[in-house]
């Protein structure tokens, strides 16, 4: 959700540099974009509506810069157009923004009163006026960004560049990611890694209310007391190489691929060698009586996964709830309730306003998070860190997946914990860890999908149905559908069917049925029988132990069964690589869906 790029130096031309950041930071969603960078001592902004190759076709790529920032847009604040687009230019002042201000229409009024007039619905527009008429009292960007940071309320990343000062790019943040990346005689900022990792891997993490001072050879952080301060540098891990297609045709498809290998590093770090038994190395959950997981879309998805392995294995009450919801409801939670936070990206606004919510009472919090050194990673308690590597679909898969092998690791340290497990038992889930592995590459090369995504590539209207852990599957198959192919479906507790929205199913409504769970696989499959006789077109996701010859269905995907821990990994494949097939047959954008931002950092 809008992407900052910025650079100084003298090694590159700043406006390739910007333009590359961006489309590197493409998969982040915007709807604009635009450049601002110094040309003999003046600034020249070129903004553009739509996607990035639109802003190139207006750039003359000839001209020398050392100086620049750039931008990405997802519109909050009046519509996506060139004149909403940044970079914003008031006076000597240009800047770069992602995050909200919420006091902006207080400010605008004051400086209105001061002279000020505004071209933009923006509150970008107004934060760029604001540092112009303090810039015009005090004559110091530091003083004056200082004062910015008591004035603004909200959240804010900013990549800021004076008229006054042609060599110079500064920046500060709160509550929206910044990162500020060491080069040789030269120095980036950027909204996160992907941006500038053709050209370095060292980098800052920008605290919140920090400022940055970056010339080509020198940067300064200055602390909220506007001292001078040291920064630990840290090295980037994942590699460019990994970042790319490495030839497949999306990265969706790459990322749903990387999965085996995926759930294999994330649950490595936690078991002994040779895929035995369980180490004892996550924090200690024998005091909790309660859990609570929070989190948005898909995480919040695999956080339903949690609950039901958790409350089977430990015998303990987990209450799921989305960030957006939790952050302003009553809580219910006491000093034995564990809050965890599961986010991919780390720094989704809702589910880190959720984490702070539970710190102000003093309850102790687990994230698990993708993004190593992310806002929620660094503010939660305790994080563990799944081994997703760069993510960059907008629709997640691998880091969905590891999740949700996170939480069965989880489930099986709470259960043993309070001594609900059996060691034996510990060790046969684990010792399944191989045969997980080669079924969810076996699955990955099932050739199925592609003929039943032919089947219902042209509907406007599906369903999936599954009851316990299969309906959590079903929302996640659901979403990745809508969000990638834009075809409406809902999922529903199969059970749950009958009392309404049944009403919607006719001759050929498509409804993809999941029956993995055999202790309820009869009940569901009366739900199916109910929507297949009022006209369903039924597509089963069925285990192996629970397939037969029926006529309750049109499609079937047999997936063999391994332990509940493991099932969920398998079953999803199939959903995820149906909405991928169906996405491409309608020639969907599948891996920057319209409206879509991978890390949503605006409330
Ligand atoms: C799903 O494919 C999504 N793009 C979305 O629902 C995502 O899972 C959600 O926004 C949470 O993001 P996070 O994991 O980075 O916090």
Request: proline share 2%.
């Amino acid at each position: 959700m809008c992407g900052i790029i910025g650079y100084v130096g003298k090694k590159k031309n700043a406006i390739h540099v910007l333009i590359n950041g961006l489309k590197a930071l493409e998969y982040r969603g915007y709807d604009s974009a635009g450049i601002a960078y110094m040309e003999n001592n003046k600034i020249n902004i070129i903004k553009e509506q739509g996607k990035i190759k639109n802003l190139e076709e207006k750039i003359d790529f000839k001209i020398k810069s050392n100086l620049g920032i750039g931008h990405t847009r997802w519109a909050t604040h009046g519509k996506p157009c060139v004149i909403n687009s940044h970079p914003h230019k008031v006076g000597k002042i240009t800047i770069v923004h992602n995050g909200i201000i919420e006091n902006y229409e207080e400010l605008k009024k004051i400086l209105i009163q001061n002279g000020y007039s505004f071209k933009s619905e923006t509150d970008t527009e107004v934060i760029c006026a604001l540092i112009d008429k303090l810039y015009n009292e005090k004559n110091d960007m530091i003083q004056v960004l200082d004062k910015c940071r008591n004035l603004l309320k909200g959240s804010y990343a900013l990549g800021i560049i004076n008229d006054d000062q042609p060599n110079t790019l500064y920046a500060i943040r709160k509550d929206s990611p910044l990162i500020i990346a060491i080069g040789e005689n030269e120095n980036y900022i950027s909204s996160d890694v992907p941006a500038i990792l053709d050209y370095t891997n060292k980098y800052i993490l920008l605290d919140n209310n920090e400022i940055a001072k970056l010339t080509d050879s020198k940067i300064d952080i200055y602390n909220i007391n506007n001292e001078i301060i040291t920064k630990k540098i840290k090295t980037f891990e994942w590699n460019i190489e990994k970042t790319l297609k490495n030839g497949y045709d999306h990265f969706m498809l790459k990322e749903i691929n990387e999965q085996p290998e995926v759930i294999k590093d994330t649950l490595l770090p936690y078991i002994s060698n040779g895929y035995k038994s369980l180490l004892n190395n996550m924090p200690c959950f024998k005091n909790y009586e309660k859990i609570d997981i929070v989190a948005c879309g898909s995480a919040y998805h695999a956080g339903l996964i949690g609950k039901y392995l958790i409350e089977k294995y430990a015998d303990i009450p987990v209450n799921v709830e989305i960030a957006s919801e939790y952050r302003y409801k009553k809580l219910f939670i006491n000093n034995k309730t564990l809050v965890i936070i599961i986010s991919q990206s780390g720094e989704t606004a809702d589910s880190l306003a959720a984490l702070r919510k539970a710190k102000e009472h003093n309850i102790d919090t687990l994230a698990i998070v993708n993004v190593v050194g992310s806002s929620i990673a660094r503010e939660a308690k305790d994080v563990l860190y799944i081994k997703a590597g760069c993510e960059i679909a907008v629709a997640t898969t691998k880091a969905y997946s590891a999740q949700v092998a996170m939480l069965g690791l989880i489930a099986l340290n709470i259960a043993k914990s309070k001594k609900k497990i059996s060691n034996q038992k510990i060790d046969n889930f684990i010792q399944d860890i191989d045969t997980l592995i080669n079924e969810m590459k076996k699955l990955l090369k099932n050739e199925n999908y592609l003929k039943i995504a032919k089947n219902i590539y042209n509907k406007n209207n599906l369903f999936f149905i599954g009851r316990k852990i299969d309906y959590a599957l079903a929302m996640e198959g659901s979403l990745k559908l809508k969000e990638i192919s834009y075809i409406h479906s809902e999922a529903y507790p199969a059970g749950e069917l009958k009392h309404g929205s049944i009403s919607l199913i006719e001759e050929k409504t498509p409804v993809f049925a999941i029956v993995t769970d055999k202790s309820i696989a009869e009940k569901t499959i009366s739900n199916i029988k109910e929507a297949k006789a009022r006209g369903a077109e039924v597509i089963l996701i069925i285990t192996d132990e629970l397939d037969r010859e029926a006529d309750f269905y049109d499609e079937k995907i047999v997936i063999p069964k391994i332990n509940d821990l493991f099932q969920p990994l398998l079953s999803i494949i199939p959903l995820q690589l149906i909405s991928y097939e169906v996405a491409k047959l309608r020639n969907c954008d599948i891996d920057k869906p319209r409206n879509l931002a991978k890390s949503v950092t605006v409330e």
